[in-house]
């Protein structure tokens, strides 16, 4: 009963996520640089991410719309990111100076 | 309460307004009553969960707001046809250009397309219904009601001044005090929910519904159009959502995101409105590429020359509107490298459309032509949408774009792509999709009449502004001297709104004509069409296909004439429907009266109106609606009848 | 209605795989939505004006005990789908109500954390910098309580009518909606917090 309430790939997941919060927690009581620090937060946050998304929402799992799941997402990061980094090219890194 | 605020005071054009207003709400009430149309208005069109219905209403409500956004333009090219004109005032012109983009853009264009598709698109891939009926009830009443509150500012409150783009720093408090912004910010967001619903839905009726057969590479060119639109509209939205609500909360909570002090920033409100608003003009483009598509084949009898690159310049078209933004204020101070990249960009998107225009060309290269009302629209779209596109890439270039930038010049371009690029295209499809919808043709002499009244004065209205613009006039003034020289041009101008006013009300005059004397057309088949929903009876049944079809090749209709391939095998059998509900509805109203309370913060009545939203929800959440079936026998004698023999 | 026995139960039926799909595809604009939100926040990160900027206000204690309970109900939530799917009512249930009473102790300790802010006029009016730390912060609030009203909404439902083809297809679809809720929080936490606290 019990194993079946808990499956192995779930508690394994929630460890994971909790292990990788804990470890970005580097960030502040380490002494990293700058951008180490941003790539430990990149990392971290982009395996937890993963981890939802593959573990816990099961996005691969249905046959009949898997590619169509991952384009959506796909589509979705592109604008979000563009949204993101297109707004700081133009107001911070590109701004007329 | 402070009751002076829901005034609009001193012009007699608005006291005009109201009372014409009052007089027409109390005609449509009387009238429902004195023909006791109330239950059938309840149980047939607003409870009505039916895609072609849903179709019909928005386009309806398009016309509605085509005629009230025309009367915005014919005010303000009367008020500048001659120099010092004192027919409307500063402020009055400023709400009347807000008004004319917001409404022309957002509730016009869009729900006139997302009518069309609508109606066609389950029809065109052999569907019986879009995924969720429901939740397509909602979408339209939540974009008539943001529609509706949008009109209501004019004479209650005061309507949005600060243009259709709302740059801060006027659209804030400080410069714009009137309650106009506060209806710009909800009455978008409103009616902004409810087309990202409707994109969701689409995209998993096309992916997900199509008839047996019917591939991604073998829908016709409308439906892959409404796709690629959909997932337009469900990426760029949100980005829309979150700008509303950003200025809606340094207008009615004093945050500081747009406002010059306090570490404000007021360019970054115009960056997020295009973010969302380059995306929103291939919205509105799209699904036109895709009627144009349909309509060209018809016509000359021609299967689309080069299928897999349209599709793929519509992808292209797609990702490539994502990333030009920028070009929008080239002059607001960012450096060269910002420029030089969006400015390749922007130029980089005229590729995939000339693909286009080259493949309709071809695909009229020795075509068996006939000139029907629809055709004369999309062989009128493609020169003067040509125009616009040059002019575009003349834009686009961001040093020439300091002597263009906000001139009449850059008026003149997009009145060159949008009126071909949107507004034929949906004339054309609503001659083209009528005799479905209705079962019978619009007369065709009256539409040609119409045609040419349109698309002459079109010409004669716009022209002018390129040189207006190349001559120094800026958009968005109300009055000019005479020294500027502006006149003649402004006045040629005005004759071509007169004109075009004449062709929309013979356009007009023709549906009210042929409603009267057009012959039913009995052979559901008018134009000898290509596609799936001409094989279904006119007008259109509730459940749209009797038996399901099935697909082997594209243009499965053409085909299946042509080699005598049978389309529908199987035996009919009962059909499930889903049920009508009135609870999308009093959504739409409830979102009305928030909305409404906001504009005026009055808090207490929004957060009764905020929790009924939320009651609304779970109360649609825990309604179990099984439907209802269709017998068979029901099935076969509708049919019957609807194909014109004697059950 | 046709369901097919070799699916799970929430999957059954043509209009709930439909539903599952029409989600993700709304998760999908909920992706622009918060990036929109972030680059906000990005853009107005050192614009706190005369207010006091992030280090100045963040604290660390508050942050893990939500975090934690965040991470921890995205757990529950799949365990609760799991046992959904294994027909154990009861076990479901009871996950789904951790689930939710988490997320109720998460939204508690942001209103904590706001009322903290505002006491020490830390507000909305502050600066362009606060105005993007409320509202992306609330924007994310709000779904989590939305989704809380949701998620009973939906226990209400399968206390009356049990594990039906409806009930397990709206209690996946939530599950999908409070995973998601937990990816934007680790974006929050590594880039809003973390990253303001460096």
Do not use: C
Not at chain 2, 327 to 333: A, E, K, R, S, V
Not at chain 2, 515 to 530: C, E, K, L
Not at chain 2, 589 to 612: H, N, T, Y
């Amino acid at each position: 009963m019990i194993k079946q309430l808990f499956p192995i790939r779930h508690v394994m997941g929630y460890l994971a996520s909790l292990v990788l919060s804990a470890a970005a927690l580097i960030v502040i009581y380490g002494d990293l640089s700058h951008t180490a620090n941003v790539v430990v937060l990149t990392i971290t946050a982009l395996i937890q991410a993963s981890l939802q998304l593959f573990v816990f929402m099961h996005i691969g799992e249905s046959a009949d719309t898997k590619k169509e799941l991952y384009l959506n997402i796909a589509y979705a990061l592109f604008v979000g990111l563009i949204t993101l980094f297109g707004t700081l090219f133009i107001f911070v890194w590109g701004w007329y100076a | 309460m402070d009751l002076e605020k829901f005034k609009v005071h001193g012009e007699p054009l608005i006291y005009g307004a109201m009372i014409s207003i009052a007089l027409a709400t109390i005609g449509i009430l009387v009238g429902l009553t004195y023909f006791k149309k109330w239950g059938y208005l309840w149980r047939e069109w607003l409870t009505t969960v039916d895609h072609k219905k849903i179709g019909v209403m928005y386009i309806l409500a398009a016309l509605l707001m085509l005629f009230r956004g025309g009367v915005d333009a014919m005010m303000m090219r009367l008020q500048t046809a001659a120099p010092e004109m004192k027919f409307l005032d500063a402020q009055h012109y400023n709400e009347v250009f807000t008004t004319h983009g917001l409404i022309m853009i957002l509730f016009m264009a869009m729900p006139f397309i997302i009518g069309l598709m609508n109606v066609i698109i389950p029809l065109q891939i052999g569907a019986r219904d879009v995924a969720f009926p429901r939740l397509n009830a909602v979408s339209f009443w939540l974009f008539f009601f943001g529609a509706m509150l949008l009109n209501i500012s004019f004479v209650i409150g005061g309507s949005p001044d600060a243009g259709w783009s709302a740059y801060f720093p006027l659209a804030s408090l400080e410069f714009s005090p009137t309650v106009g912004n506060n209806y710009y910010s909800l009455a978008l967001q409103i009616s902004g929910i409810g087309t990202l619903i409707t994109g969701v839905n689409f995209i998993v009726t096309i992916l997900k519904m199509r008839a047996p057969g019917m591939t991604l590479m073998k829908m016709p060119m409308f439906t892959w159009s409404v796709l690629i639109t959909n997932v337009i509209i469900v990426f760029a939205f949100p980005v829309l959502t979150v700008a509303l609500a950003l200025m809606m909360f340094d207008r009615l909570f004093g945050s500081q995101f747009f406002t010059m002090a306090n570490g404000g920033m007021d360019m970054l409100w115009a960056n997020l409105f295009w973010v969302w608003g380059h995306p929103e003009v291939y919205i509105v483009i799209l699904p036109a590429f895709g009627i144009y598509s349909e309509i060209i084949a018809t016509f000359s009898k021609k299967n689309l020359y080069g299928y897999t690159s349209m599709v793929f310049s519509m992808v292209i078209i797609s990702l490539l509107s994502f990333l030009v933004w920028a070009h929008h204020f080239y002059t607001m101070g960012q450096g060269v490298m910002v420029n030089s990249f969006f400015s390749i960009t922007t130029m980089a998107i005229a590729v995939p459309t000339g693909v286009k225009i080259f493949n309709w060309l071809f695909t009229l290269r020795k075509g068996r032509i006939t000139f029907t009302t629809p055709m004369l629209y999309t062989l009128a779209f493609i020169p003067i949408f040509t125009i616009g596109g040059v002019t575009g890439v003349m834009l686009a270039m961001a040093s020439a774009d300091y002597q263009y930038h906000n001139t009449m010049f850059l008026v003149a371009h997009f009145h060159y792509v949008l009126i071909p690029g949107a507004v034929f295209a949906v004339i054309a499809g609503f001659h083209y999709w009528f005799p479905k919808v209705f079962g019978f043709r619009l007369n065709e002499r009256l539409g040609k009449h119409a045609f040419w009244w349109i698309i002459i004065s079109f010409n004669v209205t716009f022209f002018p502004l390129f040189f207006l613009g190349l001559m120094g006039m800026t958009r968005r003034m109300y009055t000019y001297s005479e020294e500027t020289g502006f006149g003649p041009l402004n006045m040629l101008s005005f004759a071509g709104a007169v004109g075009l006013s004449i062709g929309f009300l013979l356009l007009v005059y023709n549906i009210y004509w042929s409603t009267r004397y057009m012959p039913r057309d009995t052979t559901s088949d008018p134009w000898d069409g290509r596609t799936l929903e001409w094989a279904t009876p006119s007008p259109i049944p509730a459940y749209n296909f009797a038996i399901v079809p099935k697909v082997k090749s594209l243009d499965p209709f053409w085909e299946s004439k042509q080699k005598n391939i049978p389309l529908f095998e199987d035996k009919i059998t009962k059909i499930h429907l889903p049920n009508n509900t009135g609870k999308p509805f009093i959504l739409g109203v409830i979102f009305f009266f928030l909305g409404f309370f906001l504009v005026f913060s009055m808090w207490i009545p929004a957060i009764v109106a905020g929790v009924g939203v939320i009651v609304m929800l779970a109360a649609m959440s825990f309604d179990q609606d099984h439907g209802f079936y269709v017998s068979a026998e029901e099935v076969i004698a509708t049919e019957k009848k609807l194909r014109g023999e004697t059950v | 209605m046709k369901i097919d026995a070799s699916k799970p139960l929430e999957y059954s039926t043509e209009e709930n795989s439909n539903k599952i799909f029409g989600f993700w595809v709304f998760l999908g604009a909920e992706i622009p939505l918060f990036a929109t939100l972030f680059t906000v926040y990005f853009v107005m990160v050192n614009r706190f004006a005369d207010g006091p900027s992030g280090p100045e206000i963040f604290e660390i204690g508050p942050l893990l005990v939500s975090t934690f309970l965040l991470l921890t109900s995205s757990f529950t939530i799949g365990l609760a789908v799991h046992a959904m799917r294994h027909g154990y009512k009861k076990a479901m249930m009871f996950f789904m109500a951790i689930t939710l009473l988490m997320g109720l102790g998460f939204i508690g300790i942001e209103i904590e954390e706001f009322l903290t802010y505002v006491h020490e006029g830390a507000t909305l009016q502050t600066s362009g910098f606060l105005s993007s730390l409320f509202v992306l912060l609330g924007t994310h609030g709000a779904h989590v309580s939305f989704g809380f009203l949701w998620g009973v909404g939906i226990m209400i439902q399968l206390w009356r009518r049990g594990i039906t083809p409806a009930t397990a297809n709206k209690t996946f679809i939530f599950s999908l909606f409070w995973h998601f809720l937990d990816v934007v929080w680790i974006f929050i936490f590594s880039f809003v917090y973390l990253k303001g606290m460096m």
